[in-house]
């Protein structure tokens, strides 16, 4: 009996489609990373897990928040980040995906409904599968849409509160969100919940973010990555007090897991400082995101380019695309495909992420290479 048959039958099927996936080493200019500050190699986010050690602090939380996992250093890093960010109170995870996973599944009613924009991260379509609550789609950005879906759901008897689950910068597309929209729609129906894993550090004031100015409301719960542009790993969730105590009295995958590592809360506290203290990473930021747009524009004016640190480049096809990416990537430049299910099928792309482990030459340099590589479809 071959007990693999099945596994080999799948994974086949995904290399006749081009969609069979590895684990590829980093090689070239960082240009795939969500580094986008470049602080993850940053001396004084070393130098901050270095002193932590120093002064005692464990490698390992060594138990649950609700057990003896519980240090004083995540505790005072929460209560700063919900400063920093504007909220009553944040709460620290492991990651974001287990982050808008745990939310989602424990948040959302039995009677209430979970509205999503459509081209939501997977953890949100994850934690909705998982959770209590009725779900659905809206078109992406579109909020007349999200409104239409909503009466509709009302006129069939739903009377609980709508949750509405957004990303203030999409992953993939690299667009914004309607967010002062979306809001108001929040206001009349529920909450909103504001995924700004790809905005924090970046946008806002001091990087608080592109929904920093809803922080602090009673409907409004945001997700701040710590593993993109704050160089480290981990997640916060902000928002209301009570909606924070919710969460660690009723929310199992905070709960049951082991706390992450207590030298994160550590890169985390300078990692607010860091943002605070240097905004130039931030000029610096705009200055790549710009100096590509207009590269990009005149030499290849047929491919949009997002207006964000995240370009996607549509190439459409599996194979066309990983092709591509292999052949930016021989030049020094290390550029990833992506391709369904990540993305809608026949968009398969380049996703090119723009950081401060490459200079303006860099860029320069890359959009060069694409003009000559870009294929003629």
């Known amino acids: 009996m071959d007990r693999l048959a099945v596994y080999r039958r799948n994974l086949d099927g995904l290399a006749a489609e081009a969609r069979l996936r590895g684990l590829a080493p980093r090689r070239g200019i960082d240009f795939a990373s969500n580094d986008y500050l470049g602080l993850a190699q940053s001396d004084r986010l070393r130098q901050a897990v270095m002193t932590a050690l120093q002064d005692g602090l464990p490698v390992g939380a060594a138990g649950s928040r609700l057990l003896r996992g519980n240090t004083g250093v995540q505790a005072g890093f929460e209560e700063a980040a919900a400063r920093f960010f504007g909220a009553e109170a944040a709460l620290g995870f492991g990651g974001g995906y287990v ?43 579109d909020v007349g849409h999200a409104q239409e879906v909503i009466t509709s759901w009302r006129r069939g008897g739903g009377s609980g509160a ?94 049951f897991a082991t706390a992450p590592s207590p030298l994160m809360a550590a890169a985390g506290q300078e990692a607010l400082a860091i943002l605070r203290d240097e905004p130039w990473r931030r000029k610096q930021l705009a200055d790549h995101v710009a100096t590509f747009g207009a590269e990009m524009a005149r030499r290849l004016p047929q491919v949009p380019v997002s207006g964000s640190q995240i370009v996607p480049l549509i190439v459409g096809p599996n194979a ?44 320069v340099r890359l959009a060069e290479a694409l003009e000559e590589l870009w294929p003629d479809m």
């Open 99 to 141: 982050a808008n996973f745990a939310v989602i599944t424990t948040l959302p009613q039995r009677d209430d409904l979970l509205l999503m924009d459509e081209l939501s991260h997977a953890s949100t379509h994850e934690g909705a599968r998982a959770g209590r609550a009725a779900v659905t789609t809206f078109r992406h950005g």
């Open 162 to 255: 709508v949750w509405i689950a957004v990303e203030s910068l999409y992953s993939m597309d690299g667009d914004i969100a309607p967010l002062d929209d979306l809001m108001a729609l929040a206001d009349r129906e529920g909450f909103l919940l504001i995924d700004e894993a790809h905005a924090t550090g970046v946008f806002g004031p001091d990087g608080r973010g592109l929904g920093h100015h809803l922080e602090g409301r009673d409907n409004v719960l945001t997700l701040h990555t710590l593993g993109k542009a704050l160089g480290g790993s981990g997640a916060l969730i902000c928002g209301a007090r009570c909606l924070i105590d919710f969460l660690v009295n009723r929310c199992r995958p905070f709960i």
């Open 320 to 363: 066309a695309t990983m092709d591509l990416a292999a052949a930016v990537q021989a030049r020094g430049f290390d550029v990833r495909g992506i391709r369904p299910p990540t993305v809608p099928e026949g968009t398969s792309r380049l996703r090119v992420s723009l950081t401060l482990n490459s200079s303006r030459a860099d860029v």
